[in-house]
């Protein structure tokens, strides 16, 4: 109050300086947290893409050692010779003598079994434990890797005894080894299969297993660094956008009574929605930590992304606004001190102002509302846990948050469901269900398609929910048919499919709600997903 009391004392042309010079410097301050908030984002990525290249060091390892016991045991077991040159060629490997393949630690060896063929090109020969030096590793987490190593090469020369008896060598490890009355044979069976061997493995395993703990700790820590950071740049440049809208229509009150009662309604409003807008800002933040501390990061990224790209619009409309109310400051200024402030020009501005308020309240309200929408899902998502929610509204907070995905597309989707209809259930995993399905229908459905329908039908049959899930899609033969539930079958491989988006949705239908799921579907017919599951509390 003091400080409005100020601005009136001002003559026109001081307040008019003053507001320049104010609008300025936030406009310099907002600048500079958008800077801020680049670099943290780049630096949370890399956060992330540094666990994950360290994920997969640590599992080639554990991979490496279980292919060189399934080779050992399915040449002891053939004595087809090249099962035990693919043995050694995978020692070769991991020990820097061969060409490393490109992509390897994605499937190699078994499409290598199947075709005869390898399925990547190699690359420069690089042992596993110099990758593993240069990944960054403390000297505690790089000790269990090495730990591992260790104990997976002194496994090495027990496969090496196994796969020698079948050729009917026996050097003196060996000889120790065999039993009186016991053929070679029998000696490479027992050895690769008997307690002592499941022993040693248990002992590589174990320190890799420790190995993910201490990484989990040490990356986790990095992640929510970054992740609270960039939360807290947010909510500053809600704060400075709030109020640079709060300062240009306070600079006017004192000019008219008529501008005064506008700025004060304006502004009466413009506190609730920034009041509403930080509530919701701060739950987005607390969602955000809970799915960061879960590693749901597929899940959270998809969010977060749609969330960004929803309320660009309205905030982009908002400082748009800012610099034509601006301009029309100028224009205003422009004519008071040349040929003087006419009435017209006056009425005019209350007019401009009065209009862009209008416009700029709505979309703030927009904004508001879109981060409110999502909050539910994104605490869903982070906690598993049961609770009473009407279905249609939930279908709906879920196809707002893929709205992003679909809203360029020419497909529609259409959903029936008793508005009244609730349950007492798992909403993050009604989320997953139906955010795979759709993805699934975009990216595989609907490919080469320029458009396309998905209708959800929800009904309540007794005591279960029937939800049945059909789009107008290309369809699959019943040969795919019978494998899509299967774990990492794709027909995307090539185009970075996983194979696990359906995977996922049978298992939790089957696992966590106790239901169950059927497809049926025909090339050029499109899909259908019907999905049965109990639920103890059913509210109409």
């Known amino acids: 109050m003091q400080l409005r009391n100020n601005f009136k004392a001002l003559s026109l042309n001081s307040l008019y300086n003053i507001t320049f010079l104010l609008i300025i410097i936030l406009f310099i301050g907002f600048a500079l947290l958008g800077g801020l908030i680049f670099s943290t984002q780049q630096k949370l990525i890399e956060s992330h893409e540094t666990r994950y290249r360290s994920y997969l060091l640590a599992n080639e390892l554990r991979q490496s050692s279980d292919d060189l016991t399934k080779f050992a045991r399915t040449y002891v077991v053939t004595g087809d010779p090249k099962y035990e040159q693919f043995y050694f060629d995978i020692l070769d490997i991991r020990n820097g003598i061969k060409e490393r393949p490109e992509n390897y630690e994605r499937i190699y060896w078994d499409l290598v079994v199947a075709d005869g063929m390898k399925p990547h090109p190699d690359t420069a020969a690089v042992p596993l434990v110099e990758l593993m030096k240069n990944a960054g590793f403390t000297d505690a987490e790089f000790e269990m890797l090495s730990e591992a190593q260790h104990n997976s090469d002194g496994l090495v020369n027990t496969e090496i005894i196994a796969m020698d008896a079948i050729k009917g060598i026996l050097d003196q490890s060996g000889a120790e080894l065999i039993n009186s009355n016991e053929t070679l044979n029998d000696l490479a069976e027992r050895i690769m299969f008997d307690k002592d061997y499941h022993a040693t493995k248990g002992r590589i395993m174990r320190p890799i297993d420790h190995f993910f703990e201490m990484l989990d700790v040490r990356t986790k820590e990095a992640v929510d660094l970054y992740a609270e950071k960039q939360n807290n740049l947010l909510i500053l440049i809600a704060v400075f956008l709030v109020s640079m809208i709060v300062l240009l229509i306070g600079i006017f009150t004192g000019t008219t009574r008529q ?282």
């Not at 987005?284 to 960004?308: D, H, I, N, R, W």
């Not at 239901?515 to 499109?526: D, V």
């Open 259 to 540: 501008l005064k009662q506008n700025e004060k309604h304006l502004e009466q409003l413009v506190l609730e929605r920034t009041s509403e807008l930080q509530a919701s800002l701060n739950n987005l933040k607390f969602a955000q930590t809970q799915l960061v501390e879960s590693e749901k990061m597929a899940s959270l990224g998809e969010l977060v992304a749609g969330v960004a790209h929803e309320i660009n619009t309205p905030i982009g409309i908002g400082v748009t606004l800012a610099s034509h109310l601006q301009k029309a400051i100028d224009r205003l200024e422009t004519s008071h001190q040349s040929v003087g402030l006419t009435r017209s020009d006056f009425e005019n501005f209350i007019d401009d102002v009065a209009n862009m308020a209008k416009i700029l309240l709505t979309n703030m309200t927009r904004a508001g509302d879109l981060i409110k929408s999502f909050k539910q899902i994104a605490i869903d998502q982070s906690i598993q846990e049961m609770r009473v929610f009407k279905l249609n509204e939930y279908i709906s907070e879920i196809l707002l948050s893929l709205n992003s995905k679909f809203k360029h597309t020419k497909y529609s989707i259409i959903v029936t469901c008793p508005e009244t209809l609730a349950v007492n259930s798992y909403p993050s995993v009604i989320y997953q269900i139906i955010t795979n399905l759709l993805m699934n229908s975009l990216i595989h459905g609907f490919s080469g398609m320029t458009e396309g329908c998905v209708t959800i039908d929800i009904c309540r049959i007794e005591d279960r929910i029937r939800i049945i899930y059909k789009d107008t899609g290309q369809g699959m033969s019943p040969e795919i048919v019978d494998k899509i539930f299967d774990p990492f079958f794709t027909t995307n491989r090539g185009r970075g499919g996983s194979g696990l988006g359906l995977h996922i949705v049978y298992t939790l239908t089957t696992q966590v709600l106790s239901g169950t799921i059927e497809c049926q579907s025909l090339l050029g017919e499109g899909t259908t997903f019907t999905i049965e599951f109990p639920c103890d509390q059913i509210f109409d």
